[in-house]
């Protein structure tokens, strides 16, 4: 391994050949035999996108992604193949600028939800972002936001109380992990619930393990797949799974990943070029498991009766 004034070079490391998961497990191998406790009937799965410009726009040409038809086009085609229903939170301001993408994902009958106006995390909980997000989806739909997702998932006080204002009905903003909000949102409830002095609902998206390592394609891609079985086979899961995405997750891209800072390049190129197969293989080993694809308003619906909002 090269050393740079005392200090190794990561990058060297054979990060493919790391088994990730083998490092926690031993921890947990007396839960192997955790037996599945929900009935079939009750298992929902949401597969979830968060449509915005290649890692949140902070790299040059962050928009290349969002200009590759054919790319999104064989993810859409793929999920169409496996009858999975797909759940996209847009950015507000990629509504007017960039409808043939969003058109493309209405021909595969995805449904729609807000992922801020501008993806700028401090802002987003504005209600300026928050109206102007909204009233760019009522100008290119014809019809309200049901849902809400707050760019890294950094809602507050503030951008709840504008949710509720401007008539959303649930809000996917919790990860009760250790990324990236663990003071607020470690060990929250994973399953769905009211929020406190609202009558909106919080559909978190999902961690598993004692780990509490976050339901996505990236951490799969990073724990690869054997890994991620392994942890899976020693988790509880929720009867309510919200997985997360983003294009740049299916569709490996050297000359971005090259513009990274150095640890998030180490996390991102991992099973770089396996974003589709290790989808199409989560997707399989969930519906194994019983657990049948919806989008986020069905689940949405459910719950609010359930819960009485």
């Known amino acids: 391994m090269r050393v740079e004034n005392g200090i190794p070079d990561l990058e060297m490391l054979p990060w493919n050949d790391i088994d990730i998961a083998k490092i926690g497990e031993g921890w947990y191998s007396h839960r192997r035999n955790l037996e599945w406790t929900m009935t079939s009937e009750k298992r929902a799965f949401a597969l979830t996108l968060d449509l915005e410009k290649d890692f949140s726009g902070a790299l040059v040409d962050a928009d290349k992604i969002l200009r590759s038809h054919p790319h999104i086009t064989q993810l859409l085609e793929l999920l169409q193949a496996e009858e999975v229903k797909l759940s996209v939170f847009v950015v507000g301001e990629l509504l007017e600028a960039y409808s043939d993408v969003i058109g493309l994902f209405q021909h595969y009958d995805c449904e729609f939800h807000c992922h801020s106006f501008s993806h700028q995390s401090p802002h987003s909980n504005s209600e300026e972002d928050v109206s102007r997000c909204r009233d760019a989806f009522i100008d290119h739909f014809q019809s309200a936001p049901l849902g809400y997702r707050a760019p890294d998932g950094r809602i507050n006080s503030e951008g709840i109380q504008n949710l509720e204002k401007y008539g959303f009905k649930f809000d996917s903003s919790f990860f009760p992990s250790y990324y990236p909000n663990p003071a607020k949102y470690l060990f929250k ?33 990073m724990l690869g797949m054997a890994g991620f079985r392994r942890l899976l086979r020693v988790s509880s899961l929720p009867e309510v799974v919200v997985f997360g995405s983003h294009l740049h997750d299916f569709f490996a891209d050297k000359e971005m990943l090259q513009q990274l800072p150095r640890v998030w390049k180490l996390i991102y190129s991992r099973n770089a070029e396996k974003g589709l197969k290790y989808l199409t293989d989560t997707l399989r080993y969930f519906r194994d498991k019983g657990y049948r694809f919806e989008y986020m308003s069905e689940i949405s619906t459910r719950y609010r009766a359930k819960l009485d909002l």
């Open 189 to 221: 409830t994973r399953k769905p619930h009211r929020l406190k002095g609202t009558q909106l609902l919080e559909l978190p998206n999902t961690s598993f393990s004692p780990l509490r390592i976050m339901l996505s394609i990236s951490y799969v891609k």
